[in-house]
């Protein structure tokens, strides 16, 4: 169970929910791949030597930047796993980040804007930036949503929902 599914409040359901985009694993993955690269060297380096003294120092050094590769690809794994962007009935929930957390909870009737941030690479591969903008002038700013405009059209919806069931009343 995730943290929106943890905190959901009487009578909350769940209408959308988007990802932290792939994005964030790419770089990671790029300096882990050249982490390996270098480590191969190293072991190349262990197998071509002839004498068994030099060796010891470029095996350890690579089993060193093998270590060192997967670090950054388990620390965008994880940060990926543990973001959760989420529209409810009544909220919109957004929480990023495993031991520091960044969490914004917002009632729809307190957002006064749902701003988009998308450079053209974010458009052509789906990700950009939410900002939510509540009542006092509050400003939540989260990167690298995918879908955003999916998103904030999720989030209009349902105040739009809201605002007609009040009418209703």
């Known amino acids: 169970m995730g943290y ?16 932290l985009h792939w994005r964030v ?4 993955l790029l300096l882990a791949a050249a982490l390996l690269f270098v480590a191969v060297l190293a072991l190349r380096q262990v197998i071509l030597a002839d004498s068994g003294d030099n060796t ?4 350890i050094a690579a089993v060193i930047l093998f270590a060192f590769a997967a670090i950054p690809i ?8 543990t973001s959760e962007f989420a529209v409810t009935n009544k909220r919109v929930i957004l929480k990023t980040g495993f031991i520091h957390n960044k969490t914004a909870e917002m009632f729809l009737a ?10 053209i690479t974010g458009r052509i591969f789906g990700y950009g930036s939410i900002e ?6 509050s400003l ?5 949503i995918s879908r955003p405009l999916e998103f904030r ?8 929902r809201s605002l007609e069931q009040k009418t209703q009343i």
């Not at 959901?8 to 769940?14: A, M, R, V």
């Not at 939540?140 to 690298?144: A, G, H, L, Q």
């Not at 059209?153 to 739009?160: A, H, K, L, S, V």
């Open 4 to 19: 929106v599914d943890a905190n959901l409040i009487q009578g909350e359901e769940i209408i959308y929910r988007a990802p």
């Open 25 to 28: 694993l790419l770089l990671p």
């Open 56 to 59: 010891l120092p470029w095996l």
């Open 74 to 81: 388990v620390k965008a794994a994880i940060a990926r796993r």
């Open 110 to 119: 307190k957002i006064e804007s749902v701003g988009v941030d998308q450079t």
């Open 132 to 137: 939510l903008r509540g009542t006092g002038g």
């Open 140 to 144: 939540e700013p989260f990167e690298n």
């Open 153 to 160: 059209r999720q989030i209009q919806e349902q105040i739009g």
